[in-house]
T-cell receptor, first 116, second 116 residues
């Protein structure tokens, strides 16, 4: 069965410091991996995705994520956090075999709190 | 990116009434849409997969007669919460699948339902 784990409910970081939001996954085949961000009472906004190719993926708002197949991880990173980055972040996975169905499995979500 | 419009963004209704939420893909055709439910500070729970021109596929534990889904056109899916009760109060989010090689998913802004 497919699953996604975000081990941290909340991550606190000071503005200007680097941030990491962790994600590990479990799928039977090769995955498509995604990160989304959600602001209060809003839908999900796409940040970045890994499909194939370079393991380091760059996305919106200065975020990046590294696909690590051996560790089955896809951690989200940003070199310098902003207060405006404070939000709820979701990692999601989709088995390539289900690419036509589009069904995503979401992690539990991690609240990022960036303090001035 | 593509735009998915969800309406209404907020709705308050009395217990026992029915509420309809619309999800529209504005600049692409979506043969598949998904409906999620989200409780405060929790992840998205997939309720059902909506396929244009056919019956929706519901996830285990989701009542079909309670949450009616209609996908009558390639750009519109509706979720009707029938005979709503306070426990149905939640944040409902739709997403639409754009037919590309990787199957890009785009999310609506969500609908906050409060049942009094």
């Amino acid at each position: 069965a497919q699953s996604v784990a975000q081990p941290e409910d909340q991550v606190n970081v000071a503005e200007g410091n680097p941030l990491t939001v962790k994600c590990t996954y479990s799928v039977s085949g090769n995955p498509y991996l995604f990160w989304y961000v959600q602001y209060p009472n809003r839908g999900l906004q796409f940040l970045l995705k890994y499909i194939t190719g370079d393991n380091l993926v760059k996305g919106s708002y200065g975020f990046e994520a590294e696909f690590n197949k051996s560790q089955t991880s896809f951690h989200l990173k940003k070199p310098s956090a902003l207060v405006s980055d404070s939000a709820l972040y979701f990692c999601a996975v989709r088995d390539r075999s289900s690419s036509n169905t589009g069904k995503l499995i979401f992690g539990q979500g991690t609240t990022l709190q960036v303090k001035p | 990116g593509a735009v998915v419009s969800q309406h209404p963004s907020r709705v308050i209704c009395k217990s026992g009434t029915s509420v309809k939420i619309e999800c529209r893909s504005l600049d692409f055709q979506a043969t598949t849409m998904f409906w999620y439910r989200q409780f405060p500070k929790q992840s998205l729970m997939l309720m059902a997969t909506s396929n244009e021109g056919s019956k929706a596929t519901y996830e285990q534990g989701v009542e079909k007669d309670k949450f009616l889904i209609n996908h009558a056109s390639l750009t519109l899916s509706t979720l009707t919460v029938t005979s709503a009760h306070p426990e149905d109060s939640s944040f409902y989010i739709c997403s639409a699948l754009e037919r590309t090689e990787t199957g890009e998913l785009f999310f609506g802004e969500g609908s906050r339902l409060t049942v009094l």
